[in-house]
């Protein structure tokens, strides 16, 4: 169980998301942007993190993009690591978020998040340097 209480939003535009944020944050709820939650929930059941509002970012269509434009390879913050290894667009980022916790999470944990979390491993940041 999350020991606090805390609003959701799930805003559908990057404008939206970081207006609330800042919205957010001057009202002192110290926000969070939240994709998979995974590090959240687990951080924030152990009372190592709190968030008085999170901010659902998986709704904001960008973050979803997965293609090849013109020989540049977009990836959207909120896709899941699942996703990213099953459509393979990128064979290297593949191979090693598969090797992220198991398939379960997988599913949840987003390229994102695991760029932007807090535990430290953060391995799928190695194949886009
Ligand atoms: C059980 C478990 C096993 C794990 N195993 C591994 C592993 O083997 N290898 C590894 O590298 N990592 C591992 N991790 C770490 C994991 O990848 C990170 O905790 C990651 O943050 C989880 O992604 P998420 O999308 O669930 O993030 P969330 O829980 O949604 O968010 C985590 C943090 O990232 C921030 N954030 C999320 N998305 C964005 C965004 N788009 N923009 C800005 N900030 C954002 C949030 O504000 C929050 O501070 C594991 C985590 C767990 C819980």
Request: a negative charge; zero cysteines; hydrophobic letters at 35%.
């Given at each position: 169980?999350?020991?606090?209480?805390?609003?959701?939003?799930?805003?559908?535009?990057?404008?939206?998301?970081?207006?609330?944020?800042?919205?957010?944050?001057?009202?002192?709820?110290?926000?969070?942007?939240y994709s998979?939650?995974?590090?959240?929930?687990?951080?924030?059941?152990?009372?190592?993190?709190?968030?008085?509002?999170?901010?659902?970012v998986k709704a904001i269509p960008e973050l979803n993009i997965y293609e090849i434009n013109d020989d540049e390879l977009i990836i959207g913050a909120a896709l899941s690591l699942t996703r990213i290894a099953e459509e393979d667009l990128f064979p290297l980022l593949s191979l090693t978020v598969r090797r992220i916790a198991d398939?379960?999470?997988?599913?949840?944990?987003?390229?994102?998040?695991?760029?932007?979390?807090?535990i430290i491993f953060r391995e799928s940041v190695l194949p886009l340097w």
């Open positions: 169980m999350i020991p606090f209480d805390f609003e959701y939003y799930k805003p559908s535009t990057l404008a939206d998301s970081i207006q609330l944020f800042h919205e957010l944050d001057s009202l002192n709820k110290q926000p969070l942007y998979g939650g995974t590090e959240f929930i687990s951080m924030a059941r152990m009372h190592n993190v709190y968030s008085g509002a999170i901010i659902d398939h379960t999470i997988q599913d949840k944990i987003t390229l994102g998040g695991n760029i932007a979390g807090t």
